[in-house]
């Protein structure tokens, strides 16, 4: 175990947080800042395509403009198909998925830290160079740059995942890790209702993405600064700390002894099966809220862009406000011993795949009643901020050593998602009218619905056995080797 200077042990004592809750909170803004680079496109590409008008005979297809919005909605010189949107839109999660599972492995094999940092670095600079892109090489330049952003930004997940292990004790699990999670939604309500502000007051697209990227070149130079992998390789942290941490999680170290990741026994385990699933449901519905929404209040509703970002935003508050709820409550049930983890995190999935469904079908019934498609949209997306103390956890009980891996292929799989959905919304709704976003809906109920009951039937909160993969001989010292004790076991985590 690394010794720890004297000049951290006297810098130390001008931190007052604890450096895990410092390390959960720059977690926070990793996701907020990667979620904000991520959906301002969504704002920006309203007023960059010409404004669509409806030819269908039906008088709801597209809503007319209320009192509720004093403006109206602008569109631009683009003339892209709703098809080429949807591309356009999906094209980040070509690149997000490449990087997940090299992300989870080099987060596991040599730390957290620089995975996460450089991946939101590097989508940081692209971000700054997509107004470029767009104005010098049209959609094709810019779907290539959101594949690149993507391949950036997918090493986020699986390498917090590894932080969060290293770090958080399993008693702090959801409240610090529904925070860290939680900036999911945050950034999606400031990617949402800043852009739409932006971009009224300026009246350039290019806005959003200068700011969101210059504030993800900021969070990089304090992160680098502030946080570190494990610990044990943490210089200025309080001594009491460090020595609580080591007691609770274990001794962190990372060698060339770590064992090979056990791929057969995680890809055959049925609670992963069941994982897999609820992530596929969760993402299906995610990805249609947070990359369409936006176009369906601008198409459909006929918001100008000012409200357009605020009225997206505010199921994202709600979403938010639940998921950091949720992580108390179940953290205070398995503390209590009301229900197991495994039935806690079970109970939230279930509400938050099961409960947004129902809304979401129902806000496309709700017609052009503005208001009401608000509200319903608000619960829809507050109830499936349970998600974040339900299923987004179970990598980190499943398996405290190989959390990044498992991370990286849930979140990886689930974000083949994030390809088809904005893809086939734009197959599905040629005219953007409320018919066609109606059905859009209806496909979303039964994908939550179907990948819901696979969860709650095979999922579990209990450490999976191969979380104590035994390290794999590479000399005919067979038995030497089996005693050796294991790098990567419960008490000695990596």
């Known amino acids: 175990m690394t010794q720890q200077p004297q000049w951290g042990i006297n810098l130390s004592r001008y931190f007052v947080i604890p450096q895990r809750v410092i390390l959960a909170i720059m977690g926070f803004l990793a996701i907020l800042n990667a979620y904000t680079m991520r959906v301002c496109l969504s704002q920006a590409i309203t007023v960059l395509v010409v404004k669509k008008n409806s030819t269908d005979d039906d008088s709801q297809a597209i809503c007319e403009p209320d009192d509720l919005d004093s403006g109206s909605s602008s569109g631009g010189q683009f003339e892209w198909s709703e098809e080429l949107q949807g591309l356009i839109l999906s094209s980040f999660y070509i690149g997000y998925i490449v990087t997940h599972i090299p992300g989870g492995l080099l987060a596991e094999k040599f730390g957290g830290k620089w995975t996460l940092g ?98 993800g070149l900021i969070w990089f130079a ?73 176009k369906y209040m601008s198409d459909v509703l006929q918001f100008s862009i000012k409200a357009n970002g605020l009225y997206s935003s505010l199921p994202y508050i709600m979403m938010w406000i639940v998921s950091v709820g949720s992580g108390f409550v179940a953290d205070w049930m398995i503390r209590r011993g009301i229900m197991s983890t495994t039935n806690t995190r079970k109970m939230m999935t279930g509400l938050a795949a099961f409960g947004p469904a129902i809304f979401m079908v129902g806000a496309s019934y709700a017609g052009c009643d503005r208001v ?123």
């Open 118 to 215: 450089l991946g939101i670095l590097s989508t940081a600079v692209f971000t700054l160079l997509t107004p470029l892109a767009i104005d010098k090489g049209g959609s094709d330049w810019l779907i290539v740059t959101r594949v690149l952003m993507g391949l950036g930004e997918g090493t986020t997940f699986p390498a917090l995942s590894v932080l969060l292990a290293a770090w958080v004790p399993a008693n702090e699990r959801g409240k610090l890790g529904a925070l860290v999670l939680g900036g999911g939604q945050v950034g999606t309500i400031m990617g949402n209702l800043l852009s739409g502000v932006l971009i009224d007051a300026v009246d350039d697209y290019s806005i959003v993405f200068y700011f969101f990227g210059g504030l």
């Open 222 to 294: 304090i992160f680098v600064f502030l946080c570190y992998s494990d610990p044990t390789s943490h210089p200025f942290i309080k001594p009491s700390e460090r020595e609580y941490l080591i007691k609770e999680i274990g001794t962190i170290n990372r060698n060339e002894d770590l064992p090979p990741t056990p791929w057969k026994a995680i890809l055959t385990n049925l609670p992963m099966f069941a994982l897999v699933a609820a992530q596929i449901g969760h993402d299906w519905g995610f990805y249609i809220m947070v990359t369409d929404l936006p």
């Open 372 to 494: 009401l498609v608000v509200v319903l949209f608000t619960i829809c997306m507050g109830l499936m901020g349970a998600y974040y103390a339900g299923m987004k956890l179970s990598p980190l009980d499943m398996s405290p050593n190989y959390a990044g891996t498992l991370m990286a292929i849930t979140n990886g799989i689930g974000a083949i998602t994030g390809v088809i959905t904005p893809y086939l919304v734009g197959v599905m709704t040629p005219n953007a009218s409320l018919l066609e976003w109606r059905l859009v809906f209806w496909v979303a109920f039964g994908v939550l619905c179907v990948t819901a009951v696979v969860y709650c039937i095979w999922a579990s909160g209990e450490v999976q056995p191969f979380n104590n993969a035994p390290i794999q001989p590479r000399t005919v010292d067979f038995e030497a080797q089996e005693r050796k004790p294991n790098a990567r076991g419960v008490e000695k985590s990596s």
